[in-house]
């Protein structure tokens, strides 16, 4: 998911060749608060166009502040967009009151009841501490995205893997037990010029049960694209395995060697999630291929 700002034209004419499987048109940290009325009224016209022309879903990262949020949704919403991006989701009571009041919005607006899906985003001690809970409060929530920069904020820790990793874990746990996305790094997304530190930081998050993550910048979509989403090499490894294993089955045998370990019925269910996420990724980005040429 690739964060643009909403109040830069030029970055959102763009937006859509970055190779991103999602896009977030943020209304929050990216703007300031002079400019937030101005980024706000950009929706109208860039959430179609972006629709249209990049193929993907497109998400807004609204502010979570009493004097801005009612406004963020209304024009989010309006906008015709398919998911919101909360920030400081805290409790299961917060999400509970954002889902009744989106309901009301979307019986106004013309939109179906529910189909505006929420990713939450857990950035505090008090946050991971209410993962589960927050995880189960609404069938509106599409996932949980662990906020780094602003958890070390809150703990008063450096955004490193030695104290995120834990936190971020927690809540890839309570995501995945609820059956939604988890998202997110345990270490800094800020620094996008280092790209092999920036990748070794995606890959450990891949090892503690993530399966996305959120780019600041363009330069970070092909490292997330690939460490989430797999390799070509990757797919292929996946289906010779898969063509051993099932022959074995077929012979009566629940478990064969296979290229140096054995193969039994787990890490077949494995490699069979994975081919479907791979294959499911490959075929909606040749779709939004097709769509911008």
């Known amino acids: 998911m690739l964060f643009v700002p909403a109040d830069t034209d030029r970055f959102l004419a763009k937006a859509g060749q970055r190779g991103a499987d999602a896009l977030i048109l943020d209304l929050e940290d990216a703007v300031a608060r002079p400019a937030k009325a101005a980024a706000r009224a950009n929706l109208a016209a860039f959430v179609p166009r972006l629709q249209e022309s990049a ?50 919005l979307e019986a106004r607006l013309g939109r179906v009841a529910g189909s505006v899906r929420v990713v939450a985003l857990l950035e505090s001690a008090l946050a991971i501490c209410n993962a589960q809970a927050i995880a189960q409060s609404s069938p509106r929530l599409a996932g949980l995205l662990f906020g780094t920069e602003d958890f070390g ?30 998202m997110g790094l345990p270490g800094t997304v800020a620094e996008f010029t280092d790209t092999a530190a920036y990748r070794a930081v995606a890959l450990q998050a891949k090892a503690i049960g993530m399966r996305g ?49 054995m193969i039994d019925e787990p890490i077949a269910v494995k490699a069979r999630r994975f081919l479907a996420r791979y294959d499911a990724l490959q075929a909606r980005r040749a779709r939004a291929r097709k769509e911008a040429a």
């Open 55 to 104: 193929g993907v879903p497109i998400h807004v990262r609204v502010n979570n502040e009493p004097d801005l949020l009612a406004a963020d949704l209304e024009a989010a919403i309006a906008a015709g967009a398919d998911g919101l991006l909360v920030p400081k989701v805290e409790t299961p009571a917060q999400v509970v009151q954002l889902d009744e009041d989106m309901r009301a």
């Open 153 to 182: 904020a809150s703990m008063g820790i450096a955004s490193a893997p030695q104290g995120m990793a834990v936190p971020a874990q927690m809540l890839a746990l309570a995501a995945a037990s609820a059956g939604l996305q988890p």
């Open 213 to 261: 993550a959120i780019c600041i910048h363009p330069a970070q979509v092909p490292i997330v694209n690939e460490v989430f989403g797999g390799t070509a090499e990757e797919a292929d490894k996946a289906r010779r395995l898969l063509e051993v294993f099932d022959a074995s089955v077929a012979a009566g045998r629940g478990a064969v060697a296979h290229e140096g370990r």
